[in-house]
């Protein structure tokens, strides 16, 4: 079974640390991503990654930077956390392009709380 | 740009009854894929189903099917006789399977299944 795997699921910042998600996955997958969940906003995309060292702003990157030094691992930093990006953040990864597999596979999620 | 649409936030059903999940969905893509995703309480978010659009069929997964409608971009989530393990938010997304696979949500329908 492909694992994606999240570092915390619970997590309380102060206002203005820096702040690291980290996410694992073992499927060997190119693909990997950062999603933000909101009540009534559904899932929004913040960055992707397509490959090692390689990433893409999504839909909303203010605020937040990633790190993609290996395959397998992508993480989510939070340069200077503020109130407003306590969520539910989410990771997936997939296979890339060509790949008849194009469904994505979640982590469990980490509950950010920025204090 | 892609977007999708789930016009229902909440939606409820009896336990064994049949319940519809809306969808609807905005591309110039003619090559492109659909999923509905499940997220249960326990915040896991899972693949419930996928449908091709090259394929006129819709797909069928169990208790699960989908009324895929390519010409309207129309793509509803059928779930017969319902369980209340299917209490969950259910999430309709969209990637056109290109280089990078990228995953675009609705904004979600929570499902009560009533006892």
């Known amino acids: 079974d492909v694992k994606v795997t999240q570092s915390s699921r619970y997590l309380v910042k102060r206002t203005g640390e820096k702040v690291f998600l980290e996410c694992v996955q073992d499927?060997?997958?190119?693909?990997m991503f950062w999603y933000r969940q909101d009540p009534g906003l559904g899932l929004r995309l913040i960055y992707f990654?397509?490959?090692?060292?390689?990433?893409e702003k999504g839909d909303i990157p203010e605020g937040y930077s990633v790190s993609r030094e290996k395959k397998e691992r992508f993480s989510l930093i939070l340069e200077s956390a503020s109130t407003n990006q306590t969520s539910m953040y989410l990771c997936?990864?997939?296979f890339g392009q060509g790949s008849f597999r194009v469904e994505a596979f979640f982590g469990q999620g980490t509950r950010l709380t920025v204090v | 740009a892609q977007t999708v649409t789930q016009s229902q936030p909440e939606m409820s059903v009896q336990e064994a009854e049949t319940v519809t999940l809306s969808c609807t969905y905005d591309?110039?893509?003619?090559?492109?894929?659909l999923f509905w995703y499940k997220q249960p309480p326990s915040r896991q978010m899972i693949l419930v189903i996928r449908?091709?659009?090259?394929?006129?069929q819709n797909a069928t997964e169990n208790r699960f099917s989908v009324n895929f409608q390519k010409a309207a971009k129309s793509f509803s989530l059928k779930i017969s006789d319902s369980q209340l393990g299917d209490t969950a938010m259910y999430f309709c997304?969209?990637?056109?399977?290109?280089?990078?696979?990228?995953?675009?949500f609705g904004t979600g329908t929570l499902l009560a299944v009533q006892p």
């Open positions: 449908q091709e659009a090259y394929k006129q």
């Open positions: 499927m060997d997958h190119e693909n």
């Open positions: 997304a969209f990637t056109n399977g290109g280089a990078t696979n990228k995953l675009i």
């Open positions: 591309t110039s893509e003619n090559n492109y894929y």
């Open positions: 990654s397509y490959d090692v060292k390689m990433k």
């Open positions: 997936a990864s997939s």
